[in-house]
T-cell receptor, first 115, second 114 residues
Framework: NAGVTQTPKFRILKIGQSMTLQCAQDMNHNYMYWYRQDPGMGLKLIYYSVGAGITDKGEVPNGYNVSRSTTEDFPLRLELAAPSQTSVYFC??????????????FGNGTRLTVT | GDSVTQMEGPVTLSEEAFLTINCTYTATGYPSLFWYVQYPGEGLQLLLKATKADDKGSNKGFEATYRKETTSFHLEKGSVQVSDSAVYFCALTHGSGNTGKLIFGQGTTLQVKP
């Protein structure tokens, strides 16, 4: 059972570089999310998607872009990396939008450092 | 806005000790409350939940009661094990008009020593 798979696990970027964090799920979930986790802080929602072709901003979307061309994949794009984007990034998915009845399934995270 | 506050960590306990991790929240309306756990090197996973006041969520020996009068959802376990060492996150989402988005606390690291 693969669940939610994130790649890479670790990455170091220089300021101004770009990269894409990959996320794939094999549970046929419509709902997918990107969170970032800063030290000593809770997870904050960056972007989310309710299905293929539909995405929307979360709490902290600036500096990021997403796309959802298939149900399975939800990549997160950083166009011009900044030190403030140093964080651990988690992708998650759920079967239902109602999280009372459908828990979030998380990937193992990508640790990104921008120097 | 809505928010979740957890007790500072790390919490260090000996095996078989009693655990309490405090969680309080601020929210409008009637949120649902969750505890997620992150074991080393893994993603978060749901530990337990409560969707209305006075509900008690329980799983793997952990319990938490939704207290609306004190806006709290403290996590407890009677006897911790080394395998419980992890980061614990309290979170909320609205029970009605659920948008599928969680608001997380900052996490509390638990270390259990043999």
């Amino acid at each position: 059972n693969a669940g939610v798979t994130q790649t890479p696990k670790f990455r170091i970027l220089k300021i101004g570089q770009s990269m894409t964090l990959q996320c794939a799920q094999d549970m046929n979930h419509n709902y997918m999310y990107w969170y970032r986790q800063d030290p000593g802080m809770g997870l904050k929602l960056i972007y989310y998607s309710v299905g293929a072709g539909i995405t929307d901003k979360g709490e902290v979307p600036n500096g990021y872009n997403v796309s959802r061309s298939t149900t399975e994949d939800f990549p997160l794009r950083l166009e011009l990396a900044a030190p403030s984007q140093t964080s651990v990034y988690f992708c998650a998915s759920s079967w239902l939008q109602d999280l009372n009845n459908s828990p979030l399934h998380f990937g193992n995270g990508t640790r990104l450092t921008v120097t | 806005g809505d928010s979740v506050t957890q007790m500072e960590g790390p919490v260090t306990l000996s095996e078989e000790a009693f655990l309490t991790i405090n969680c309080t929240y601020t929210a409008t309306g009637y949120p649902s409350l969750f505890w997620y756990v992150q074991y080393p090197g893994e993603g978060l996973q749901l530990l337990l939940k409560a969707t209305k006041a006075d509900d008690k969520g329980s799983n793997k020996g952990f319990e938490a009661t939704y207290r609306k009068e004190t806006t709290s959802f403290h996590l407890e376990k009677g006897s911790v094990q080394v395998s419980d060492s992890a980061v614990y996150f309290c979170a909320l989402t609205h029970g009605s008009g659920n948008t599928g988005k969680l608001i997380f606390g900052q996490g509390t690291t638990l270390q259990v020593k043999p």
